[in-house]
């Protein structure tokens, strides 16, 4: 399951809803990520994500379906905001949950790696020397292409 | 044609949508980045280091020699940086 | 931070614990092991884990110290349970912070894979042919060799 | 010497938790396991297979031939199956 909001959301609860009254889950892995207070060598105020509605959506439930494609997965749940965040907020969650750890594991990463190289947001942050967006990393294309297939 | 642009590609060219009538000759992206280029130097700006431009038809990527076809929603954007 | 006890955990409290209030975590990853309904081809009603009181704590302790020399991590936490447990019941929380999220992934699965092969517990299984205690398996021994530093 | 032992270990051998005066050739590890084998079938069946016993003196994990020392804590017990 996908969905993409401008509401913050409960790491908690969400996790509690992916497995509750199921008795065929052995694990759930899960990555949070939040906005840091420096980035890119800069003290940021805070950041807007920009992204684009309907296509963002399309790309995230092709990368669930991905992993569904190449993990057997119980459950799938990828959360990713949009629009003003300060310092510390959340800004995605990803979980997958499994029969065993290593599908969990693999597939919460791969989930992670290629949402950053293909979901379509972009972040503009407020630093003193005013707004700026942010670069693509390399490292990131990188750890997307661990999961291309050979 | 629609044409979404988004992030500093937006702001480099002034307007996040618009709808263009292209001339009959422009049959596939490429032919219609350079088109755009041609149109005055904010579009130059913004499009001029290919490397940096993505494009996406009707919401799925595609390549530099995709066909258009009457009707179709093209962005164009920089590489993503969600997550 | 570890601890071993009884009673249930929320993950959702103990994450949000894990930030609140810090704007340096880029990233948290988590695992939460469940209890199984179906383990080893049988059916289990539940499952008692037992633990040895002083040593689980100084192994786990000692398994959190690793993975902080390994890796630049803004908080680690374990919570692993002992006592009598139910199909879907939780077992354990491990779940690691750090400005980077290879750091915190790396982490957080080296602490699961070490754990399952260091830390003194044994699970008891309740099946219709009777208790059955759990066999150390060897997919476990070679997750566990992954982080064998050479 | 106080012994302990856990999971099927204990289950096996009938007790939880021992005091035992080991006579004083008794050195390493090594030599407790083959001493306690000869105290009975239940200590010969639980320890029998000594790839299956793993040890801790003290509450650290100890190999075969660790020595031992007067007041030792030893804990004989199964491959762990926690997590």
Redesign the interface.
């Known amino acids: 399951m996908i969905r993409v909001q401008r509401e913050d959301f409960d790491p908690g609860s969400e996790l509690d809803a992916l497995t509750r009254g199921r008795t065929d889950i052995g694990g759930v892995t899960s990555f949070v990520?939040l906005v840091r207070e420096m980035a890119g060598g800069a003290t940021i105020a805070g950041m807007t994500?920009?992204?684009?509605p309907?296509?963002t959506e399309?790309?995230l439930e092709a990368i669930e379906a991905e992993a569904r494609r190449r993990w057997p997965l119980d459950a799938v749940l990828i959360i990713?905001r949009f629009g003003e965040l300060k310092p510390g907020d959340r800004?995605?969650l990803v979980a997958t949950a499994a029969s065993h750890r290593d599908a969990a594991f693999d597939a919460c990463r791969f989930l992670?790696d290629w949402?950053?190289?293909?979901?379509?947001?972009?972040?503009?942050e407020e630093t003193a020397a005013g707004p700026r967006?942010?670069?693509?990393?390399d490292s990131?294309d990188q750890a997307a292409a661990r999961w291309t297939r050979k | 044609m629609k044409l979404?642009y988004?992030?500093?590609l937006r702001q480099k060219i002034g307007v996040a949508e618009e709808n263009l009538d292209l001339p009959a000759e422009i049959a596939t992206v490429a032919q219609l980045v350079d088109w755009l280029k041609a149109r005055g130097p904010r579009y130059a700006d913004a499009l001029g280091n290919t490397k940096l431009v993505r494009v996406?038809v009707n919401?799925?990527?595609v390549g530099y020699d995709h066909r258009l076809k009457p009707g179709d929603e093209v962005?164009l954007?920089?590489?993503?940086?969600?997550?």
């Open positions: 990520g994500l920009e992204h684009y309907g296509m399309q790309q990713h800004i995605v992670i949402l950053k190289t293909k979901a379509p947001f972009w972040k503009l967006w942010v670069d693509a990393k990131d | 979404l988004f992030a500093w996406a919401r799925e990527y962005a954007f920089p590489p993503v940086t969600g997550g």
